[in-house]
């Protein structure tokens, strides 16, 4: 008797748990439903708090499922306007998995932000997790470019488009943080490879391995994470967006 009283205690403080996490209090009332007046029900009391335990985790899992789906649906846009298409979404992919942040462009690694964009914000951030535990991180902004990354492509590609744009070579203004990430995917020496040219062909996880090396949550790096599995679905998508923007603005030109 002890025994089943003290299984119908845990599984109502599990249910409880179950509920605050999910927002939902019918959980809990289910289970204090439970509570028999009559010793010998008691036995089956387990059977159907383990039954309704089970059915609540595939609760949540759907929820959670829910919640990723929101995320890559809410991938912001771009900053900069025009360009190939094809490396718009890349980008905006890229973005979806290193910077999982309604406002990506002021993100420091490991989730807080920044306020100035005078410059790359150089804060060197403790890793917590991973294989590089311990070290820190200078990653920022939405593409999470290293401060010497940053330093190194911001002066190599930053004439190509300083004519068009008021700026200094050290802003690490959004449009910025855009135009270098655009022009060095552009970069076929860069990559050895011309990128476009692979994603038109539809060889999207040969550019995502390709790029692994400098982004390491793409899939064949060392840093997945939840939206890595998603990465080709979130491609489709913001492709799809991409496309369809071209299309209007040619339509427009017209």
């Not at 383990?50 to 990723?68: C, D, K, T």
């Not at 979404?89 to 807080?112: C, F, H, V, W």
């Not at 943080?177 to 476009?196: F, G, K, S």
């Amino acid at each position: 008797m002890k025994k089943h009283i003290s299984l119908k205690k845990y599984f109502l403080a599990y249910f409880q748990q179950l509920a605050n996490a999910n927002g939902e209090n019918n959980s809990l009332k289910l289970a204090k439903l439970l509570s028999f007046k009559n010793s010998k029900k008691f036995k089956w009391q387990p059977i159907i708090l383990g039954i309704l335990s089970f059915a609540l985790l595939i609760l949540l899992w759907q929820g959670l499922g829910g919640r990723r789906t929101s995320t890559i649906d809410q991938i912001p846009p771009l900053v900069i306007k025009g360009g190939n298409p094809y490396i718009r979404a890349l980008m905006r992919t890229i973005s979806a998995s290193e910077a999982q942040d309604s406002n990506p462009y002021t993100l420091l690694y490991g989730g807080k932000h920044f306020s100035d964009l005078s410059r790359h914000p150089n804060q060197c951030v403790t890793i917590v997790s991973g294989p590089h535990i311990g070290e820190c991180s200078t990653a920022a902004g939405r593409y999470q470019i290293l401060a010497a990354t940053w330093q190194e492509k911001v002066k190599k590609y930053h004439h190509k488009f300083s004519n068009s744009l008021s700026v200094t070579p050290d802003s690490f203004k959004p449009q910025i943080q855009d135009e270098v990430v655009y022009a060095w995917l552009n970069d076929h020496d860069a990559w050895r490879t011309d990128i476009v040219v692979l994603l038109e062909q539809g060889k999207l996880n040969q550019v995502l391995q390709l790029l692994s090396g400098t982004w390491t949550s793409l899939g064949y790096g060392t840093e997945n994470n939840q939206i890595t599995p998603l990465l080709s679905q979130v491609y489709q998508k913001v492709l799809t967006e991409e496309l369809a923007a071209a299309n209007s603005f040619s339509d427009q030109k017209r």
